[in-house]
């Protein structure tokens, strides 16, 4: 007995003193090797792969490797213990494992050839419902907007996926239909802001509840499904993006009043009329969205989201109105009767024109809120006018031309498109034919057209691209048929880089009233305004080869002395700025210093980058000059 009191008194002392056993705290405990996971879970690797994807839990790299490894540094892949924790209690693992059984059974159903139990299990199938992954995923709808990204560039590729072994038919069907549903939204909404045509494939920017959401639509070639790809994962993808993408669409609908799934046109979707197939029909009533609802769970869609803190701030804001004479009148009682008439002044007429009110100077911060306001009313009047850049007019397309794009793009800013159809028949042809005279721009990518009219613009592709990206319309002259296209440059370049090139714009030569001109040519003497500049050009190389002769005339020494005299003499503003930095930079800690020396080794990078381009452009620029030059002079 003493003996066994002799080892309790022991290990209270060892607990006294705080020594615990090696990896049982710490670092080693956070993490998990999948091998572990996978037995704790009790599942096969492709289930628990596909159970990581639709939670959203991902591998972690450790920072000490050898720790977590027990002395280990093989490579193996890791997972939070906390992740693997929160899995545990999963309801798709009970489905996971009742398909399991789904399998085998069927399996010796067939294999006994009983067509009676075959049929029974085959009706009894276990379905994977993830409805309950979106709402623990995304609990409002701003959060759902954030993520959009991926999803639409995952269901816009499967799209336009051949069918195949590997890609069934009816998941082609899903994502088209879906695609197609969230085009006829940002069209309806006019939200698109940027396209861009890339190697890859065309990119698009939209605004959709105040969040920027990016994707990428591959081009309509002939697609071959590559042999090393795992499609069991991108199937498990997108799975999971087709329901986010549903219940988006549901909830963007019905905020617009909109009946959801929108009513599909069988003859303009058997001729492949794409969006123009998708028929828009408002909500009637509540007890039709309560169908409307039932009958869109019953199909596979989604329903709503909660809605976010924004909404009902902006709900709030529309309320703003009823408020305001109470303002008034307290303001009038301290004795601004300035304020009392601006805001009299400012009290809106609806709901909607509330969240830019004028408030009083008097107020705290109103010289700030009305200066803020102020910018809201122009960015808002330029949102506007940007979104109905193309109303009026009437677009043609050629047979040549991508249409899947510019079916989307032009209507998405106020413009009417129609399209060639296929065959004598004209098969799949447009709202309106060629000879409409209400045709103001005929899109064509052609190097030559036989027969040309008077009364329409005959324009490239690029034209209506580089139409959105400059946000105004642009001259057509440098996009007729068959000319040399000025380069496509990408609206994305300058996003969060102060140091990076930025081309000038090529579009800005030639005469800018004809692209705004509904059939109008105005005409301009182009030739003397080229000529005006290359002679400009041309004297300032003569100046600079002048100086660099006299340069070379001069000693060195002399030309040293020169140089240094040259150089601008620092202010004092310059220079106790320049002190302030060097302190402020030695009493960083070395790890921050370090950091610190970094970013500013990037930036260095990015401004040697942007001289070498601008040297580039520069000489580029002489030669065409000195070019056109020594043709006139031969002329």
Known sequence: MGKEKKKHSSKGAHRAHGKVKKGAKGEATQYMSRTVAVRQLQLSLPDFRRLCILKGVYPREPRKKKVVGKGSMAAKTYYHTKDIKFLMHEPLIEKFREFKIFIRKLKRAVAKKEKTAEERLLEARPTLEIDHLIKERYPTMIDAVRDLDDALCMVFLFAQMPQAHKVHNHTVAKCRRLSLEFQQFVVKTNALEKVFLSIKGIYYRATILGQPVTWITPYKFSMRIPNDVDFRVMDTFLLFYTKLLGFVNFTLYTGLNLKYPPRVDESRDMNDNGLSALILEPAQGADSAAMEIEAGASAGAAKPLKPSKDEKVQARMASLHEVLPEIETKVSE?????????????????????????????????????????????????????????????????????????????????????????????????????????????????????????????????????????????????????????????????????????????????????????????????????????????????????????AMDMDPPSAKKSAKKKKPKKTEAQRIEEETTELAKSMMPKKDARLYKQIMHGRKIKEEEKAKLMRKRKANTRAQSSERLQKRTKD
């Open 334 to 550: 301290v004795g601004a009767d300035e304020a009392e008439a601006e805001a009299a002044a400012a009290a809106p007429d609806a709901a909607g024109d509330a969240a830019l009110d004028v408030f009083p100077e008097q107020m705290e911060g109103g010289e700030e809120a009305i200066e803020n306001i102020e910018e809201a009313k122009i960015a808002a009047a330029a949102r506007e006018k940007f979104a109905t850049l193309f109303k009026g007019k009437y677009f043609f397309l050629g047979r040549e031309t991508p249409r899947y794009s510019l079916e989307f793009v032009i209507p998405a800013f106020g413009g009417t498109v129609s399209w060639e159809g296929v065959g004598d028949d004209e098969l799949g042809s447009g709202p309106f034919g060629p000879d409409d005279k209400r045709i103001t721009h005929h899109v064509v990518d052609r190097p030559k057209l036989d027969k040309q009219r008077v009364d329409r613009h005959y324009v490239q592709p690029q034209w209506i691209y580089d139409c959105i990206n400059c946000q105004k319309l642009l001259p057509t002259a440098p996009y007729t048929v068959g000319a040399t296209l000025p380069p496509h440059q990408s609206p994305f370049g300058d996003e969060g880089q102060d140091a990076s090139f930025v081309p000038p714009d090529p579009t800005t030569l030639g005469d800018e009233d004809l692209g705004a001109s509904d059939g109008e040519e105005v005409l301009e003497d182009d030739d003397e305004i080229e000529e005006d500049e290359d002679e400009a050009v041309y004297r300032e190389e003569l100046q600079e080869e002048g100086a660099g002769a006299a």
